[in-house]
């Protein structure tokens, strides 16, 4: 451990051009390490010029440490000037021991938290031979239709780049060298979840202006907290893929941010440029990249067919080629992968760290901070002593609740609904009854009827609904966002048949709850809450812990709303009719309210959680000055409690037009029963700042509001002035 001293310098002026390229080559692990009969057939179909093969100088997708030593080991043995290879792999909530996606992390409002679960993710998968995660993703999202909202942290650009400067730290440390770090990779930059109509891979349309307002901050955030690596994403932006825009790579990101660390292209990316009808050329396509400051080409036959042609004919200059191989040499130095190829993983460190006692707890708490209470007339928290119970729902007993992106997490590591309240209260009485298939579509009545029986003989019901870990994530985009199948059938029918029932849903995104928030006392939101989640909802339905979650990310009450975001501007034709009215010549629907059924920053306790007050000690300031806010919330139940007190702000009249409202703050504190806590805020000028039409970030002098409470339920607004 510690700073190497390699000379990289003296390694890259030894190195051949062909060796030279094979650092900027990455391919999947299956390739590597075999001989070139055995892996001609999929290499050939992929086009993959296989002369490159030994000079390979990255892998991903890859599958424990056993197989990251063997392959380290074959390569290093076999490659001329003995250079390590760096193993990459996708730990976005967890490697073994998986804890919510984060977009439940997100909900938790704990960057705490967050930085103890991308901690013991990094042991865990440093200790399974991964050096370098492709995370944080932090993709700022205002369409749920999109499958990967389930990989950000939500639609405010504020909270994104909290969370992902907090897993860039966590998953980096001090020292990538330490065998319980590694480096981190921020992506998708950019705006890959502004996707149109919220569909995967789509075209991405954004001005500037927005761009910089809202969807670049968060990477932003992680650039400034050091993250080592950049994945440009597969969207074009305004016109031009990521990967081949010079705007996006070069004007911002090299000379506005100064970013130099290593940017690895997405899978496939550079050869996409063909799809996306950028270049029919797959030479044309790979100087495109490299000259627009890809580094190294992740899965695509570009830089291993035709860099090293490039060069030869004179078109890209060998000096730019020993640039970026030498960011890949001191990315491996950094790793200190010339003095331990293996990086200190090992077999019995990572049977020791995965899904140990200590690492379950972190999940099973994480679990517990993330779930949100959106729905609760006073059923929740069940008694304990409970005689008949109902599990009824596709998650009654379903342990498919990881998530995507598990990494190297197993399904039958998770506790299911029905594990979860076994192992809370063993001598209860649990009927469980799907009601309807896994897949949520197969239905036979005598299911429904089933379902209605069990439940009119049970002292209480949990329905257990949601939406297939196959319809969230990479390529998972929905048109419709309603509960799959028959399930709102099946809550009518569950919820008639015994009205003290608890609807729990395990879900990637927000979903459209309207007809279940009509009939359902509670609903509590576990999204897909990981190895622990059985066992965080049962603690969490029967009181042995409080939910404190907040909704990141506005749920809809039809998926027409969508994109639906809380920080939007007024209009010149506000809405001002009740929600369920249509107000003809507003910005209005007819048949459906503007505002989510649930909405940013909102969630329950079962503490009760009284705001007292909201005091600004002045109402005018200048630039250099700050305003301190005083927010004084009692905890007025005989349960302590967790609350996520919020700080937003309204600039009233700009020459842009402003949101309505914006977090700028958020403090979560422990309220004990009958206390009140008093959190403080101080607001200065830099945190009023905006981007103009000109896209100058300034701020200007005029009045703005302060108020606490949640999104569209704004509590002390008051105003204050910020002079010239
Ligand atoms: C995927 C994803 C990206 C991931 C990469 C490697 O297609 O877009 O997020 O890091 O490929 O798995």
Redesign the pocket.
């Known amino acids: 451990m510690g700073k190497s001293t390699f000379d990289t310098k003296a390694l890259l002026a030894k190195m051949t051009l062909e060796e030279k390229v094979g650092q900027l080559i990455q391919l999947n692990a299956g390739f590597i390490g075999k001989s070139v009969a055995e892996i001609t057939g999929p290499l050939q179909s992929f086009g993959f010029d296989n002369t490159m093969l030994p000079y390979v100088g990255s892998t ?2 890859f599958h424990g440490v056993e197989e990251m030593k063997a392959i380290q080991d074959k390569h290093m043995a076999e490659d001329r000037l003995h250079i390590p290879l760096v193993f ?3 730990i ?1 909530h967890g490697y073994r021991t998986i804890y919510p996606i984060p977009l439940a992390r997100g909900a938790s409002f704990d960057p705490d938290l967050v930085t103890e679960c991308s901690k013991m993710a990094a042991k865990e998968g440093s200790a399974g031979g991964v050096q370098v995660t ?2 944080p ?1 932090v993709d700022y999202v205002r369409d749920a239709r999109w499958g ?1 909202v389930m ?1 950000t942290c939500g639609e405010d650009p504020y909270l994104n780049g909290v969370m992902g400067a907090a897993q860039v730290r966590a998953f980096q440390g001090d020292d990538i060298s330490d065998p319980d770090h590694m480096a981190a ?1 921020v ?2 930059f950019a705006a ?1 979840g502004g996707a149109e109509a919220g569909r995967d891979y789509n075209t991405v349309e954004i001005s500037e202006r927005l761009l910089r307002e809202y969807y670049f901050p968060a990477y932003k955030a992680c650039i400034d907290a050091g993250v080592t690596m950049l ?1 440009p ?2 969207n074009s932006l305004n016109g031009v893929p990521s990967i081949a825009n010079e705007w996006l790579l070069q004007d911002v990101l090299k000379k506005e941010w100064k970013f130099d660390g290593v940017v690895i292209s ?4 550079i050869g996409e440029l063909k799809r996306h009808g950028i270049t029919g050329d797959a030479k044309e396509a790979a100087r495109m990249a490299f000259e627009n400051g890809c580094d190294i080409d ?2 695509s036959v570009g830089y291993g067919n035709h860099l090293a042609e490039l060069v030869r004919e004179g078109t890209i200059s060998e000096e730019k080629i020993d640039e970026a191989v030498l960011k890949v040499l001191e990315l491996k130095k950094a790793l200190g992968l010339f003095e331990d190829p293996y990086h200190g993983a090992s077999e019995e460190k990572e049977k020791a760290l995965c899904l140990c006692e200590e690492h379950r707890e972190i999940a099973r708490r994480a679990a517990e901070e993330s779930a949100v209470l959106l729905k609760n007339n006073g059923i929740l928290p069940l008694p304990k002593n409970v005689k008949k119970l109902a599990l009824i729902g596709p998650f009654a007993d379903n342990q498919e609740i990881r998530g995507s ?1 598990g990494c190297n997490g197993k399904t039958e590591d998770c506790t299911s609904m029905y594990m979860g309240i076994r192992n809370l209260l063993p001598d209860a009485e649990i009927t469980v009854c799907r009601g309807c298939s896994n897949y949520f579509d197969e239905i036979g009545e005598e299911e429904f009827e089933e379902a209605a029986r069990i439940a009119s003989e049970a002292d209480a019901v949990i329905l257990c609904l949601g939406e297939p870990q196959k319809y969230s994530g ?2 998972n985009s929905r048109a419709d966002i309603t509960l799959p199948g028959v399930q709102d059938a099946l809550a009518r029918k569950v919820i008639a048949a015994n009205a003290n029932t608890a609807v729990v849903l395990f879900n990637g995104r927000p979903l459209v709850l309207k007809e279940l928030d009509a009939i359902a006392p509670a609903i509590l939101d576990m999204w897909f809450p990981g190895t622990e989640g059985g066992n965080a909802a049962a603690r969490l339905l029967f009181g042995d812990a409080n939910p404190s979650g907040k909704v990141t990310m506005s749920f809809p009450k039809a998926t027409g709303q969508c994109p639906i975001y809380y920080n939007h501007p007024s209009t010149g034709r506000p809405k001002r009719y009740p929600e369920d009215q249509h107000q003809p010549y507003a910005s209005s629907y007819i048949g459906c309210g503007n505002l989510a059924l649930y909405p940013f920053g909102h969630g329950l306790s079962y503490s009760n959680f009284v705001y007292e007050s909201m005091e600004l000690d002045r109402t005018s300031m200048t630039k250099g000055e700050k305003i301190a806010v005083t927010i004084r919330v009692r905890n007025d139940s005989d349960r302590a409690g967790k609350e996520v007190v919020q700080l937003y702000m309204h600039d009233l009249y700009a020459s842009t037009v402003r949101p309505i409202q914006s977090l700028i703050g958020f403090k979560k504190v422990e309220i004990g029963a009958g206390e009140t806590a008093t959190v403080t805020f101080e607001v200065t000028e830099p945190m009023l700042r905006f981007y103009d039409a000109k896209c100058n970030f300034v701020s200007e002098a005029g009045e703005f509001t302060l108020s606490t409470g949640y999104a569209d339920n704004l509590l002390f607004t008051q105003s204050f002035f910020l002079n010239e």
């Open positions: 991903l997708n990459m792999m996708d976005i492709f995370t993703m990967r990989e990779c992506k998708h890959y994945m994403s597969f997405d899978y496939n990316a992740m899965m992106w990479e390529g």
